[in-house]
């Protein structure tokens, strides 16, 4: 599952042409809610609702099952993975990416797809339309016979694109295909800074 991470990572680096850095912040936790950015990698959050004001992200675990880990990986083109999702009951895995939006999502999941079926093993779908958001795009794939996956790549905060990588193993029940796509649909964008405050304060279920 690493190697997938890596893999996707590198696809990204390829698709992507531009520059760009966020400043350090400190993380701060409460009750029920974690909130994340930089100086946190290896750190482990135990609340249902993570968010990274630096970046514009909020996450919304289904189940307790999920391990979140904050990595804090980037690249001098500006790309990031802030964090890792584990459901620590099937070994399925969430990598979330964070790319400047120097093309849409239909162009990002157009490049992952061209690179993916580059590599010995995959195959996937051709990317579709997923009810996530009006811009959102997705598509499914295999490796092998062991490992089944999903990509779902939606705007994020004005300027970035969110990216989330998914494999599972293919033995997997069906209960983890839904799981993993609860978690999907829970990786929401931060309103903007110019959107209401009051926005931001409505519970997350």
């Known amino acids: 599952m690493g190697g997938m991470r890596k893999l996707a990572w590198g696809l990204l680096v390829l698709s992507t042409a531009c520059g760009a850095s966020r400043p350090a912040v400190t993380a701060a936790r409460s009750e029920g809610e974690g909130v994340g950015g930089a100086g946190t990698a290896g750190q482990h959050s135990t609340a249902r609702r993570y968010v990274d004001e630096d970046l514009g992200f ?70 579709a339309p997923i009810p996530l958001s009006e811009n959102a795009v997705g598509f499914d794939f295999t490796v092998g016979d062991a490992v089944l996956g999903r990509v779902a790549v939606r705007e994020g905060r004005p ?18 295909t839904q799981s993993v796509d609860a978690l999907i649909e829970g990786v929401r964008p931060l309103p903007g800074p110019n959107a209401p405050a009051v926005s931001q304060a409505v519970p997350r279920r």
């Open 58 to 127: 909020e996450i919304v675990r289904p189940t307790a099952d999920w391990q979140l880990d904050e990595t804090n990986e980037r690249t001098p083109e500006g790309l990031s993975i802030p964090v890792i999702l584990r459901h620590n009951v099937s070994g399925a895995q969430v990598v979330l990416q964070v790319a400047p939006a120097v093309a849409s999502p239909t162009q990002f999941a157009e490049r992952l797809t061209e690179g993916l079926r580059q590599q010995p093993g995959f195959t996937t779908t051709d990317p």
């Open 159 to 176: 300027g970035r694109v969110l990216m989330l990588l998914a494999t599972w193993p293919a033995q997997s029940p069906d209960g983890v």
